[in-house]
């Protein structure tokens, strides 16, 4: 079969890599000229990073089958990641059981109850009855109103904005569940994302197939209710039986033809919010921690991830610092300049570590996303799209699909498989 792909992020080349390694026609189209989607790489004075960060967590499974499939498993590591919490000018350890006992801005009665959620949290696996529940007012119930103010609050309301207490419990519970059942490890790929593109691509290239960067698609051509290929620039038509589109929902129902209008409206239903990224190579530390949640009035972001303290990739990286801002695209800092919200990142470092001298930056990088996150208020269960499109030969692979899980390359994978699994079952 002939197989068109759209989108060469996780999902498109893990579709493209398990179709062409059953002996199919396929090729994958990408807008930008670099393939990677959310896992695209950059280069920081000779040190090729993740431009957003990344980890592994030790049930992703997904993630692991395609490295064993790729020869690359042996090249997992596992280790201790140091969490901290910086409060109100303070920073606290936030790594172990013994952390949290001693957290000082939650009464101590609170943080028992926090100890005893997060280890429930660990351990349930029934959720779709927490997706008609709305976040703020379940946790409060469970850990006390001030535990939530202190640690839950500015995680919502920074990262969803205007949506934060429509939030559904169920999407919280699993960001929970998923960090919890690692026990304290998270992991990484030595080489990270820019190993694992490139060994995608040779493998996808090695099977006849082909990949084409800054080649945007440009509609999904279809003929009596079935694909019949993907219109490119200047009208091209790739010609295929089974179109594969990984785009975000709102961005694939653009593409889909006149007689699907009442399923593009359902994926235009999908609101998501955008991320912007300030990703920093230092000469000095900022902190011990990998990861460090921020509530503190004079800041504007509920978090660092300081990447190196979790993965020092080579003598050369120094220090890799991401801080991330998760915004709807039409308000600050989406809307700002590149220089406006370096500027504000950089003096944000400045006032958690206060010995950071400008002289400390060896190089830095700001990358934007429009669709990094799809919002999940209560019920969204119910609302979300029928994935199985009303076009024969159309298959979409899209993060809001995983829900209540949040978007994780390993979840990404196992639909993906999952989606060529399909293709094959049906055929032609």
């Known amino acids: 079969m002939r197989i068109g792909i759209i989108g060469s992020g996780i999902s498109g080349l893990a579709t493209a890599f398990a179709l062409a390694r059953s002996g199919h026609h396929v090729e994958v189209f990408e807008r930008d000229e670099a393939v990677g989607g959310l896992i695209a790489t950059c280069d920081l004075a000779g040190t090729r990073v993740e431009r957003y960060y990344h980890f592994l967590c030790g049930g992703d499974d997904g993630y692991f089958g395609l490295c064993r ?20 000018g303070v920073e606290y350890p936030f790594s172990t059981a013994l952390d949290l006992l001693r957290f000082a801005p939650i009464p101590f009665s609170q943080r028992l109850r926090f100890g005893v959620f997060a280890l429930e949290s660990r351990t349930r696996q ?22 939530y103010e202190v ?19 169920a999407w919280v519970w699993h960001r929970l569940h998923r960090v919890a059942r690692s026990r304290g490890k998270l992991g990484y790929l030595r080489g990270g994302s820019g190993l694992l593109l490139d060994t995608l691509s040779a493998a996808i290239h090695a099977q006849g197939g082909a990949i084409h960067a800054g080649r945007p698609a440009r509609a999904i051509a279809a003929t009596s209710g079935r694909v019949r290929g993907i219109v490119l620039d200047g009208g091209e038509v790739f010609e295929c039986e089974h179109v594969v589109s990984t785009l975000p929902l709102p961005v694939t129902a653009d593409l889909l033809p006149e007689e699907c209008r009442t399923y593009a409206e359902s994926l235009r239903q999908v609101a998501y919010i955008g991320v912007v990224c300030a990703t920093f190579k230092l000469d000095r530390p900022v902190t011990r921690n990998f990861w460090l949640n921020v509530h503190d009035s004079r800041l504007p ?65 700001l ?23 009303p076009l024969e030969g159309l298959h979409l692979v899209d993060s809001t699909f995983l829900y209540p899980e949040d978007r994780t390359q390993s979840g990404l994978i196992l639909r993906a498989r999952a989606c060529a699994e399909g293709i094959e079952r049906h055929g032609a």
């Open 69 to 88: 499939d790729l020869d690359l498993a042996g090249r997992l590591v596992f280790r201790k990641a140091r969490t901290g919490f910086y409060y109100e």
């Open 126 to 147: 029934e959720w779709r009855q927490l997706d008609e529940i709305v976040a703020k007012p379940w946790l409060i119930d469970r850990i006390g109103r001030q535990a």
């Open 367 to 389: 990358f934007r996303a429009p669709y990094a996150q799809a919002i999940c208020p209560t019920g969204f269960l119910n609302t979300l799209p029928d994935v199985h499109a």
């Open 301 to 365: 972001f509920n978090g660092i991830i300081e990447y190196t303290n979790l993965n020092p990739i080579d003598a050369k990286a120094g220090h890799i610092v991401y801080v991330p801002y998760y915004v709807a695209t039409d308000r600050a800092p989406y809307t700002e300049d590149d220089a406006t919200v370096f500027r504000r990142s950089w003096q944000t470092l400045q006032t958690i570590q206060p010995g950071l001298r400008d002289e400390s930056i060896v190089a830095y990088g």
């Open 151 to 169: 640690v839950w609050e500015p995680l919502l309301a920074m990262k969803f904005g205007d949506s934060h207490d429509r939030i559904s419990a």
